[in-house]
Structures are given as structure tokens and as C-alpha cells.
């Protein structure tokens, strides 16, 4: 067995070679099949700098998307982080909720859209909906456990040197959700972009899931490839945007109370 370890070579080293490896099988795959099957990573590649130059694009569709993805995180992210919260301290709530929650989490997401299509009709508040209905279970099972794990040792010293109510939330339960809290916005914000698109491909005329579907109508299979690429990089620059440096500051925070 070989002793990768004794290498000593840094983890991006890895993390390009995965993707090198990545881009020459999608390039064999282009090569072996049609381009209205599999469209070349050149092709991909140009036809996504052709969209992100395209002003009627950038308007039509991907603002709309941006849109709709804040929107939904927002909603989403905010009334599971609530419920959560309150479900931690009352168990009533929470028994209440599991119901709830569990057929959130189990029915399939493409049946929710169709629902969602006839009690909403077609257009933003259907999209919004949908995904903030989607992610906030996600959210809620998090924060509900961390609060419900939450040290009762602190919770009764704080009660016997009478701790500030906001002492104990910021000194207490913020520091003991924070890690949970920004595991479940990254899966959250992965599922709540995924939503979108399909939410957009089904009910909507404008946004990338519209476009999405257009591309698969007129067999633009690179324009379909580009699309999809302009997906993830909207869930990359999240996350190393915003979700890393989060989890950086509460890491040093937690190193390092004041």
C-alpha cells in the first residue's frame, strides 16, 4: 500500500487533480458522443462567458434567480432558525412540529412544486414558496437538537449567579447553535439553489431554470451545459464568499471568547 502521507503534498494538490481528472473524462465523454448529447468543455466554456455578456440575460434570467435564492434563504433560514429555537426550549412545540417536519422531509420535492404550481400559481411566490418550505426543515432539526444539547450544567450555573437573559443567549445557546446553525445554512443554501432552477423550469418565465428549459427545447446542449455550470459557481462563490469566512469568525470566536 502506498503511504500517501510520506508525499507531503498539499491538500489543493488533490483537489486539482480531482478536477483535472474530471474535465478529461467529461472531455472524453464529448468526444465519444454527440454534441446534443454531451457538449465539449471549450464549448461549455465559451457559451457561459456568451451569456454573461449578454445584458438581456444577466436581466431577464440570472438576476430574477439571485433574487429568488436571497429571498428564499432569508424566509427559509429565519423561520426554521425561530422554530428551532423555540421548539429547544418547549417540547410541546416540538412534539407538535415532528409531524410537520417529518412530512416536509419525506415527500419528494418535485410533488411540492406541483402542489405549490396550483395554490400559488406561476411566478415568484411560488418559487419563494416552495424553496423557503423546503430548507426551513433543514434549519429547524439543526437548531432544534443543538438547543436541546445545549450544556445544563451552564444553563444552571447561569440561573445561580443569575446571568442576564441576554447573557445567556449570547454567551450560552449563540455560541453552542453557531456551528450547527452554519452546517445546516451550507446544505440549506446548496438544496435552496437547486429548488430555484427547478421551481423556475416548471412555473416560471423568466430566471435560469426558464432558460434551462429553453435550452433543452432548442437542443442548445452547450447553452444547457453553461447554464448548469453558472449554478454551481453561484453556490462556489457563496460559500467561499460568505459561509467560509462565517465559519472562520465563529471558529475564532470560540477559541477565543471575550
Partial sequence: ?????????PPAFYNI???????????????????????APVETVAALFRLLGD??????????TLKRIALSLCIGIGSGAMLGVLAGLIEPLRLMLAPIRWILTSIPGIIVVV?????FGMGTTMVVSITATMIA????????????NVDSNLIEMARVYRMPLHMRLT?????????PLLSAVVIATGNCIRLVVLAEMLGTNKGLGHALAISRTNLQTDTLYALTMLAMIIIGGVEVLMLRPARKAIERKQTCPS
Fill in 1 to 9: 500500500m502506498i503511504d500517501f502521507r510520506s508525499l507531503e503534498l
Fill in 17 to 39: 487533480l480531482g478536477f483535472m481528472l474530471l474535465i478529461l473524462g467529461w472531455e472524453a465523454l464529448a468526444k465519444n458522443y454527440s454534441g446534443l448529447v454531451v457538449a
Fill in 55 to 64: 445584458k438581456a440575460f444577466l436581466l431577464t434570467h440570472l438576476v430574477p
Fill in 115 to 119: 402542489v405549490f404550481m396550483l395554490w
Fill in 137 to 148: 426543515p433543514i434549519v429547524y432539526v439543526n437548531v432544534a437538537e443543538s438547543m436541546m
Fill in 171 to 179: 454567551r450560552i445557546y449563540a455560541m453552542a447553535l453557531a456551528r
